[in-house]
């Protein structure tokens, strides 16, 4: 006797994935808003210049104008060859010493890298940077 094989008459069932898109975007949604974003600004290291305790040889902190037609040196218009020789003197003396570079609104950033870079190559690293309105 032969064994005779029975036709499954049920169908299978169709998978309905409408409803399984609408909780993923649910799910997306939730988790965009529910997310707090990490605030890059908040992790910088700002230098802040410290109160002059009696500076070093009469050196206090050196103020720094960047104008759009050249600088100032605590109110002194300068150069930046003579700028450069008087920041290799302060260099020489104390390459700790803070320097508080100000830029204007219509000072040209390029500017303010040479003044960086001139800077960085004498050695001096206690620097802060802020702006300023008007020139």
Not at 12 to 28: C, K, P, R, S, Y
Not at 67 to 89: C, H, I, Q, W
Not at 109 to 127: R, Y
Request: aromatic fraction near 6%; hydrophobic fraction near 45%.
């Amino acid at each position: 006797m032969a064994r005779q094989r029975r036709l499954n008459r049920f169908q299978a069932g169709e998978l309905n994935l409408t409803a399984m898109i609408d909780v993923a975007f649910q799910l997306l949604a939730f988790f965009i808003l529910t997310a707090h974003p990490v605030d890059v600004m908040a992790n910088l290291n700002v230098l802040r210049p410290m109160p002059d305790v009696g500076g070093t040889e009469g050196v206090s902190a050196i103020r720094v104008t960047v104008f759009p037609d050249g600088y100032t040196v605590n109110g002194t218009t300068m150069s930046l060859v003579t700028l450069a020789e008087k920041l290799g003197r302060i260099a020489s003396i104390d390459k700790s010493q803070t320097i508080l570079i100000q830029c204007t609104n219509e000072s040209d950033h390029g500017q303010l890298v040479v003044f960086l870079d001139i800077c960085a190559k004498l050695g001096l690293t206690n620097l802060s940077v802020v702006s300023s309105e008007g020139s």
